[in-house]
């Protein structure tokens, strides 16, 4: 992979735009059941403004930095936005198609009857704890990458992030699933009673969006960290590996996400990482094949303007 030239547009922003651009036609669509969706054009206006200046504009070694690394800042905002989409939690949800699955799959609710059969105040620490952990395990690999001026590292892990986010947003406003969260009452306090979940819950409380469970972007997000941390250097993807296998697991056990959220999250991962592991080699062998070229044209110039003995 190499690097950008500081002008040019580069994958990520093109996927970011793109996706600008979908929600934009979506918000326009809901606007008159929706007046709040002014909002999100408005936003979404001003990114697309501010990855043009990224672009066009020279940066210093500061907005360089700011380039790498801000369409995972803008995640933020535009999470947030998928409730005003899908209207604050007042669209209909396909929660029922979750729970029948997981009933095939698992032979009941796993999100409710886990915890119902095995409660447990030490594993619900545990649990929420990696549950938390999802924010850095997700920074991790690209602060890391970024700050050790390991470059190509760090756009893999933003590129694939990012398509992993926006994926699931996109699903999100497509199929909403609401999830165990919202569908069944709050766990018996033997789950609930411990710092973790308690931090846990006050974050939700603040930043949670209605529809957002299917998939589970926390595990589709935390596996597509770990395999770009291997990538760029195997001490990170072992330092992540065993929070992410927890998080994966915890969030059914702490009544987050449906069974099937989790699994199609793992499935979505595997999905983003494979495509662009072949896209990234396809771009390398390309990159090869035009270089052998270039070196046999060369080769073939400079025989030919050699002297004749």
Not at 142 to 158: D, K, M, N
Request: hydrophobic content about 50%; overall charge positive.
């Amino acid at each position: 992979m190499r690097p950008d030239a500081g002008h040019r547009v580069r994958p990520v922003e093109y996927l970011v735009g793109g996706y600008l651009l979908i929600t934009s036609v979506l918000a326009l669509v809901r606007f008159e059941s929706q007046p709040a969706c002014a909002w999100v054009l408005v936003a979404n206006a001003l990114y697309l403004l501010l990855i043009a200046l990224f672009v066009r504009a020279d940066l210093g070694s500061l907005g360089r930095g700011l380039r790498e690394i801000f369409p995972l800042v803008l995640l933020t905002s535009t999470y947030g936005a998928l409730d005003i989409l899908n209207n604050f939690g007042a669209i209909p949800t396909h929660d029922e198609w979750a729970m029948r699955a997981d009933q095939v799959l698992f032979g009941g609710q796993i999100s409710r009857e886990w915890w119902q059969a095995h409660p447990s105040r030490l594993l619900s620490t545990v649990f929420h704890a990696s549950y938390f952990a999802y924010y850095p395990i997700v920074a991790l690999p690209v602060l890391y990458f970024l700050f050790a001026g390991r470059i190509q590292a760090c756009r893999r892990s933003v590129l694939w992030l990012t398509a992993t986010f926006l994926g699931c947003y996109l699903l999100f406003l497509a199929v909403p699933v609401a999830g165990p969260y919202y569908e069944f009452p709050r766990p018996d306090p033997v789950i609930m009673d411990n710092p973790m979940a308690r931090l846990v819950y006050a974050t939700l409380a603040k930043g949670s969006s209605y529809g957002a469970a299917f998939p589970s972007s926390h595990v589709a997000a935390a596996i597509v960290a770990t395999v770009a941390g291997f990538l760029g250097a195997r001490w990170v993807g072992w330092l992540l590996t065993v929070p992410s296998v927890l998080l994966s697991i915890g969030v059914v056990y702490c009544q987050m996400h449906y069974g099937v959220d989790a699994l199609a999250g793992g499935a979505f991962a595997l999905l983003v990482t494979g495509f662009g592991a072949w896209a990234e080699r396809s771009r390398e062998e390309k990159a090869s094949r035009t270089e052998a070229r270039h070196r046999a044209s060369h080769s073939v110039l400079d025989s030919n303007l050699s002297p004749q003995s």
